[in-house]
């Protein structure tokens, strides 16, 4: 089976401190995974802040360069793509979805528009088929076109705006999406909701989904695969559930023992409180 995703190796370094007291800081170290292609699954990156998991996520989505080695999305190394038309046809198979929906939209401009633009640039729609389109992905995460044209995103929860952020990534029809801390800043009640629209995307739409997070009982209920990170290295890795019931790592270890037992993962009010 041929790979959606694969990983090899990569790191990625940066300078750090002043002019006298420079230092090499190794954000991501030595890091592979692979998601095959044709078998869609929701691999969860988990890690404490500073584990390195964002940086991660940033590469794969061509954000930012490793320093060293690769990155490849359906066989073509992420970093070379270098023409509008490639970086085009990339965005339209890999989408984010950001921690902030208040932050994903500018705050004097309508939802809807952001909508409307991905349709007619990634979709290349026109006419009445950019509504079409942009109503459609809203209804795949529960909402509609009625709902929010012409609103504004104070005038919008954050759950609604967050739904509307995943809609306007699934306008393109992606093959991956990586979600960086989605639901952190999404009101406990709704958390659930949210990552039950994941799962119901990796199993409906047929989307891989990497989840960077640093919440285990959310990563147990919805992941397939987990990847757990500290200081820019991959200490265990594995089937979600056997990895996160029985960690074998210390620091895997550590994690579980900072939150409530994923076991009760999937209860609202464990979620709620993570």
């Not at 890999?94 to 633009?117: C, G, H, S, T």
């Not at 699934?170 to 990586?178: R, T, Y």
């Not at 979600?240 to 620091?251: I, T």
Request: glycine content about 6%.
């Amino acid at each position: 089976m041929s790979a959606l995703l694969d990983i090899d190796r990569v790191g990625m370094s940066y300078v750090s401190g002043t002019l006298l007291a420079r230092r090499v800081v190794r954000a991501v170290d030595d890091l592979s995974l692979r998601l095959e292609a044709g078998r869609p699954e929701i691999v969860a990156i988990i890690g404490e802040s500073g584990s390195g998991k964002t940086t991660l996520a940033r590469m794969i989505l061509n954000l930012a360069t490793p320093t060293d080695g690769v990155i490849r999305f359906r066989g073509t190394d992420v970093a070379k793509i270098r023409s509008n038309h490639a970086r085009a046809d990339f965005m339209r198979q890999v989408q984010p979805i950001f921690q902030n929906p208040f932050e994903a939209f500018n705050p004097l401009k309508r939802v809807d528009r952001y909508l409307f633009m991905s349709a007619r640039r990634l979709a290349d729609a026109r006419g009445a088929e950019v509504d079409a389109l942009a109503d459609r992905a809203l209804h795949q995460v529960g909402l509609s076109l009625a709902e929010l044209r012409g609103r504004f995103p104070h005038e919008l929860s954050g759950g609604q705006l967050q739904r509307a952020a995943i809609a306007r990534a699934l306008i393109s029809a992606p093959k991956l999406i990586v979600a960086d801390e989605p639901v952190s800043m999404v009101d406990a009640s709704l958390r659930m909701s949210i990552v039950n629209l994941f799962r119901s995307l990796r199993d409906e739409l047929h989307v891989s989904i990497v989840y960077i997070t640093h919440d285990l009982a959310t990563a147990y209920y919805i992941s397939d695969r987990v990847l757990i990170m500290q200081r820019g290295r991959a200490v265990e890795s594995g089937a979600a559930r056997e990895v996160l019931a029985n960690p074998q790592h210390p620091y895997s270890r550590l994690l579980k023992a900072s939150v409530l037992s994923p076991e009760d993962a999937g209860k609202p009010t464990t979620a709620a409180n993570t």
